[in-house]
């Protein structure tokens, strides 16, 4: 199993914003004027977008092991924007023996199109024992 | 009536309890949220291993970080970290509740913080998802 996962590219447009947050007034996802009003550039990104890209990482990765089974832990370090290109990233730091398989660490990120990270954490799943 | 406060860091209280209410996950739910996250694997909307369709993992997560609104009006805030565990497929279909205690809240560089652990549950009792999250809160 390779030790560096397969990157997944989002491209992260205002109209996915909305679906994913609601359009609210008072949302600094979905309000730009609200949300210039905070400090913020442009409407944000909900992080737990994030949480779903590495969900879906982890998945391709490890399958129903992580659908069922699967942990993550994430830090939101920066601010995603509507109009941003995120890049997830991920690398197994560790594999260890648990009750029915394998559970695999992978240590997780997101990156936007500046280089910068966005999102740092862990996320695991179990790899079944064949015949488990 | 039920009176919605505004929530204020010095008035929250650790281990204070929220509740959701019950959402009905259908398949509509999981086609919106696969475009939303650009994620359209063939489990969503096909078989998957678990027999039939399931949804994405982290589908009711936003369930579990509005419940701090079940009790008050929440002007702003930012999400710092979250964490998962998936106990169980979440099927179109299953009718989930969230519910969640204040664990601590903190002060760091002038902000403030709020931490929530939570749980989000099957009708049946079944817990498909536990975990926690940090959010800090706007002041003004």
Redesign the interface.
Known sequence: MADTLPTLT??ISQR??D???GVKP???HTDEA?ARK?GFKAPLA????S???V??LM??FL??G???????????IKPVYAGDRLTVHGVVKERRAEAGGTRVVVEVWCENQDGEKTAVGTASGLLERAGG | MERFPELKYEALQVGETFVSDTKLVTPEDVEAYAFAVDDQHPWFSEDSPFGGPIAHPTILANQALALRHSKYIVRAGLHAKMEFEFLEPIRPGVRARSRGTVIDKYERRGKPYMVTEYVTEAEDGTVLVRGRFTQMLFRD
């Not at chain 1, 909900?46 to 977008?49: G, P, T, V």
């Not at chain 1, 992580?66 to 994430?74: I, L, P």
């Open positions: 989002k491209e996915k914003i679906v994913y947050s008072h949302s600094i609200w905070k909900q992080a737990m977008m949480t779903a890209y969900s879906e998945t391709r399958g129903a992580f659908v069922k089974g699967g942990t993550m832990s994430m830090v939101f």
